[in-house]
């Protein structure tokens, strides 16, 4: 057996014996001493010393291997080449100890031989164990310099680069993404280069970042300690591209760092926040899209229902009026489907805020069922209210119009898909000690059902739970997205429960404030949503005394139709087709109130208001202007309050909706 040259010097130097070969003289002296005894002499004199040596030289590998991980060779074919000879070493070393072991147990366990001095025992019995120590290393070390080559070959084709720095800030690793990143100073990236030293170059090479205004000393500086004070992320621009830069410390002080090429993920990013931003641009323009669309449906609209309002009034003929009402009521779905559409694009485009104002529960709910009542009567189907009469009574703080839209659009479905049997409304809640009210109320029905399929999806926005209930029954399809969202509005939840076939049953809640004691209760809420989707069934007018009105109106139609609503309701009232002529007509005669339009030729009705309110200033007189629109954006109203008007009327204009708006100011505007 070759021993290596480490193994036969320290041989020659422990034992004198010189030729390559000498580990198996050595053994064949120990199982044969007479065979020269001085040999063996000196062999079981110097054993001790030799161990120890042998034991220094483990010492010593076991440095080299510490030190061998910390400056690992690069590439990780280079290091398997290194771990293949130092395992060839240690196994060939294994190998000579082998010999010795065996050597050794045979003379330990011949009882033939003359008995061995107690010295020798020992040493054979020790030599056996460090032989077995040596293999158990090989094997050992096998294991760990696979593992380290697989490490070594990971970092290397990470998508990232990594650098690792030790405690003395000098290089241990890099991989070749590290080297292409630092193309300019990569014959200074191996073991042992001081981060410091690469800095420098790097600064002297003008690496990317570095700025006119930064000395050598202080970007050198800030590098180092941005790498090694600082674990964390950040990102970086270095000429075109952005780089991401993690640092980490381990426990043992090395460091860490990882960098990163972001630039096409920060395209990315860049590109899907604009495209969110031209989408959301797009939905504001929808949804102005659709109010002006809306303000140019609703201004013949208002002359179409108005007319043939006018005209009912006026017909003979039970075939005229039967005619006069299928207008109407055409005119009426119309409406309702051009409020959905302007309701829902208005929620979608953040722009609906809630009312706060206090109102009578009582008068809301009898206002919204007035025409669903009549309906479910025409049907056979019985509409009934469960509720505790002094909630009834309670005055509440929040808004009518939207609460009774919720309910009309509930009761309205529930009424619609129930062929017979009954609709029954119950209200109730909770009052808490802090003044707040949770308003609960459901609605239940005995109709079609809703598949258990489809439940989840009628909540959203133009959906039907059965494409044909679109011909049989009507409908946008948006009532219960709307719902929905103003119930999420109101700090409340909808549900529905339902089986397909025998009823439905939706229920929701509404945060509401209690109103103050004195509370005005003149709110024409249910008028104003009866007017809104069904304007036919509401009919109670509310009378105020006769005036001299001055109509602002450029539609032709608009002042056939204001004219006999006003002449109707008993007032007297003069045109002027331009905000201009309008101010023109004040100059001449006394009138109680203007009704204005808000979109006129030459001087519009916002312009109007402002120059009346400037005229009147000193004088101690005031008089009261009610803005007239087809716009029916938010904002709209504060628009024309802040102009100086003190109410509102929206197009198409309603018997009730102008009488009611027509008493409320007067009463409120002092003269
Ligand atoms: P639509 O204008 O079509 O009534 P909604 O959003 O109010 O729109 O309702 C969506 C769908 O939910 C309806 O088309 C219908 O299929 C179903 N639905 C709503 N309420 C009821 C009910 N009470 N009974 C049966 N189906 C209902």
């Known amino acids: ?39 063996h002499a000196r062999i079981v004199a110097a054993f001790p010393r030799f161990l120890e040596a042998l034991g220094d030289s483990y010492a010593q590998l076991e440095r080299d291997v510490t030190l061998g991980t910390r400056s690992l ?27 010795l072991r065996e050597t050794a147990n045979r003379l330990l366990a011949d009882s033939s031989r003359p008995p061995l001095t107690d010295e020798v025992t020992d040493l054979l019995t020790m030599s056996s164990l460090m032989s077995d120590l040596v293999r158990q290393r090989a094997v050992a070390e096998t294991e760990v310099s696979r593992t380290r080559s697989q490490l070594v070959s990971a970092i290397e084709n990470l998508e990232a680069a990594i650098v690792m720095y030790d405690e003395d800030r000098r290089l241990i690793i890099c991989n070749s993404r590290h080297r292409e990143m630092f193309a300019s100073v990569a014959h200074l990236l191996v073991p042992g280069t001081p981060h410091d030293v690469i800095l420098r170059e790097l600064y002297r090479r003008g690496a990317a970042g570095v700025l006119a205004s930064d000395d050598e000393a202080t970007w050198v500086e800030a590098m180092l300690e941005r790498d090694h004070m600082t674990a964390g992320v ?3 621009q270095l000429d075109d591209r952005w780089i991401r830069i993690e640092n980490a410390q381990t426990p043992d002080r090395l460091t860490v760092s990882l960098r990163t090429d972001i630039t096409q993920f920060r395209q990315m990013t860049v590109e899907l926040i604009n495209a969110k931003e031209s989408a959301e641009r797009a939905n504001v323009a929808k949804s102005y899209f659709l109010a002006n669309m809306s303000h140019e449906i609703r201004t013949p609209m208002n002359g179409i229902l108005g007319m043939a309002e006018l005209a009912r009034g006026l017909a003979v003929q039970p075939e005229q009026r039967e005619y006069l009402d299928l207008v109407l009521s055409s005119a009426d779905a119309l409406l309702v489907i051009i409020n959905d559409i302007l309701d829902f694009s208005k929620i979608e485009a953040g722009k609906l805020t809630l009312e706060s104002i206090p109102f009578s529960l009582r008068a809301t709910l009898d206002r919204s069922l007035m025409a669903l009542v009549q309906k479910a009567k025409d049907k056979g189907v019985s509409l009934r209210t469960e509720s505790d009469p002094r909630l009834l009574e309670q005055e509440l703080l929040g808004d009518p119009v939207r609460l009774s839209q919720v309910i009309i659009n509930l009761v309205g479905n529930a009424v619609k898909f129930t062929e017979s049997g009954e609709v029954v409304l119950r209200l109730g809640g909770r009052f808490r000690p802090d003044r707040t009210f949770t308003l609960e109320v459901s609605v239940d029905d005995t109709g079609i059902g809703i598949p258990a399929d489809k439940l989840g999806l009628i909540f959203e926005a133009f959906s039907q739970a059965d494409a044909s209930t679109t011909r049989r029954f009507g409908g946008t399809g948006l009532g219960l997205a709307i719902s929905a969202r103003l119930v999420a509005l109101m700090g409340g939840q909808i549900d529905v429960e339902s089986r397909e076939g025998s009823g439905s049953r939706f229920r929701f809640t509404a945060k509401m404030g209690l109103a103050p004691v004195q509370a005005s209760a003149s709110v024409d809420v249910g008028g104003a949503v009866a007017a809104r989707r069904g304007g036919a069934g509401a009919t109670t007018a509310i009378a105020a005394a006769p005036m001299r009105i001055l109509l602002a109106e450029d539609n032709v139609v608009n002042q056939r139709l204001a004219l006999s609503l006003l002449d109707r309701l008993g007032h007297r009232a003069i045109v002027a087709p331009t905000g201009q002529a309008a101010l023109e007509r004040l100059d001449d005669g006394e009138f109680d109130l ?35 629109t087809a716009n029916a954006m938010q904002g709209d109203r504060e628009a024309c309050l802040a102009a100086g008007m003190d109410g509102y009327v929206s197009k198409p204009i309603t018997p009730v909706g102008l009488a009611a708006e027509l008493a409320r100011v007067i009463d409120r505007v002092p003269r």
Not at 2 to 10: N, P, Y
Not at 75 to 93: D, F, G, R, V, W
Not at 598 to 618: D, H, S
């Open 594 to 628: 203007v009704l204005m339009d808000v979109q006129m030729p030459v001087m519009g009705g916002l312009e109007a208001a402002r120059r009346i309110r400037e005229r009147e200033r000193g004088s101690g007189r005031r008089i009261p202007i009610i803005a007239m």
């Open 73 to 99: 060779e690069l590439s990780s074919a280079e290091l398997t080449a290194a771990n293949q000879k130092l395992h060839a070493e240690a196994m060939a070393q294994a190998g000579v100890l082998r010999e």
């Open 1 to 39: 057996m070759a021993a290596s040259k480490t193994l036969a010097r320290q041989l020659r130097r422990h034992f004198g014996v010189a030729d390559p070969d000498g580990a198996s003289k050595i053994a064949s002296v120990l199982a044969a001493p007479q065979s020269d005894p001085e040999l």
């Open 234 to 236: 950040c990102e970086r």
